[in-house]
């Protein structure tokens, strides 16, 4: 570490005396000096590779092309934070540095309720997840659906996902009663009247008869469900198979695993307004 910087002491009257010898400063400045000179926090860089933004060096040239800010003011190169406290954002969108987040993808089978208690005794999502940080589903999905849930105790992240500002896309696959014809499928696509009103547009395909692929980014209550109602196909099964950018078709139904990084970061991404 560089010593700390010394002081003359002031001249006097007539002027420093030949050989006059700097003077030391009292020990509590030398140690205030240090203190302030002390790395405090994690290098900015540092942080932001853990977190899946990529190398240290690419994220050496996100501070530096001022990509990157905390607490809303654009980061210097050589920027430490406190993970705990500081707000990192990288384009406009916050990066998740509180220790102790958790993020949940849950592939849930039919049957299983996404509230935290079901008063009919039915098995709940948050008793397939590990209890310890305590989580919360983001968003629901009815009993009887199936596919990709996730849960956190992020409540940033848990907002921006459900909030219908940000829209973030949901994909399903509905089998339903009959085979819909394409004036059904453009309907769907185009909007259909329910009793809260209509639904906005929607990119629907029908890859095999009966099957429909229907991707929406609304979040109203059993949507997919009343939608392909009200064109006269009830659901018979509904999976969901995407949230925004977040697939996986590995997943088997009743099991969970945790979120890579960069799949967080993605997330976050996807709601960029
Ligand atoms: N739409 C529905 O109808 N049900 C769900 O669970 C999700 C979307």
Redesign the pocket.
């Known amino acids: 570490m560089a010593d700390p910087p010394r002081r003359q002491r002031p001249a006097g009257p007539g002027g420093a005396a030949p050989g006059d010898r700097p003077v030391e400063p009292p020990l509590w400045e030398q140690l205030a000096e240090q203190h302030a000179a002390l790395p405090q926090g994690e290098r900015l860089q540092k942080v932001l590779a853990q977190r899946g933004y990529g190398s240290r060096r690419v994220c050496e040239d996100l501070v530096s092309a001022g990509r990157v800010t905390v607490n809303g003011e654009v980061a210097a190169l050589g920027r430490r934070v406190d993970p705990e406290h500081d707000r990192v954002a990288v384009d406009g969108v916050p990066v998740p540095l509180a220790a102790g987040l958790v993020y949940y993808v849950l592939n849930k089978p039919a049957g299983v309720v996404t509230t935290a208690k079901d008063t009919h005794g039915r098995p709940t999502v948050v008793a397939l997840v590990p209890g310890e940080p305590r989580v919360v589903p983001v968003g ?3 009993a ?2 199936e596919g990709l849930l996730l849960l956190t105790n992020d409540g940033d992240l848990t907002y921006r996902l459900t909030h219908p500002s940000f829209g973030v896309e ?1 994909e ?1 696959l509905a089998w339903v009663d009959g085979r819909p014809s394409a004036g059904a499928v453009r309907r769907l696509r185009d909007g259909v009247d329910l009793d809260d009103g209509r639904t906005a547009p929607a990119r629907v395909s029908q890859p095999q008869p009966g099957m429909l692929r229907i991707t ?1 980014h609304e ?9 392909c109602e009200a064109v006269g196909h009830p ?1 018979l099964r ?1 999976v ?1 198979v995407r949230i925004g950018p977040l697939r996986d078709a590995t997943l088997e139904p009743g099991t969970w695993r945790e979120l890579t990084p960069d799949e967080v970061r993605a997330l976050y991404d996807a709601t960029k307004t």
Request: hydrophobic fraction near 30%; proline fraction near 0%.
């Open positions: 629901r999905l009815d009887d659906t949901k399903y929406i979040g109203r209550n059993r949507q997919v469900r009343r939608m659901v509904l969901r």
